[in-house]
């Protein structure tokens, strides 16, 4: 028999599928990683823009909106003429670096095998 405790991680809203939910598009790890190893947290939309090649602007500012509602990035407008705006992680998202990051070193570590993986049907990989 399972302890009480347990059950909770098969129910919908747990944290382990929560924290997947996060990865719901490619791009969310994409950005924090960007943000974290290029831009030492903190970034302007045009600077991450150039660093993610395959994001469009569109998907990079919806990206933006939903780790910013999601609590992983802070939307600070500076006061400069013409006013700029700039994404910093915050303390959750500096947090959720270290497991993307992990992962990021399992791919490179694991690349040859990955590049024997059939590509998906969806996958730009050809």
Not at 4 to 17: L, M
Not at 72 to 98: C, K, N, Q, W
Request: net charge neutral; hydrophobic share 40%.
């Amino acid at each position: 028999m399972q302890a009480s405790g347990e059950d909770d991680d098969w129910r919908e809203d747990c944290a382990p599928r929560r924290v997947l939910e996060l990865f719901a598009t490619k791009w969310t790890s994409m950005v924090l990683h960007t943000l974290h190893a290029r831009h030492g947290g903190c970034a302007r939309a045009g600077a991450l823009l150039r660093s993610l090649p395959g994001v469009s602007k569109k998907m990079l500012t919806q990206t933006l909106r939903e780790m910013e509602v999601s609590g992983l990035i802070s939307r600070h407008v500076l006061e400069t003429m013409p006013p700029a705006v700039e994404y910093r992680l915050t303390d959750l998202g500096a947090r959720f670096v270290e497991p993307v990051e992990l992962l990021y070193a399992w791919g490179r570590d694991n690349a040859e095998a990955l590049d024997r993986l059939a590509p998906r049907p969806t996958s730009r990989r050809g």
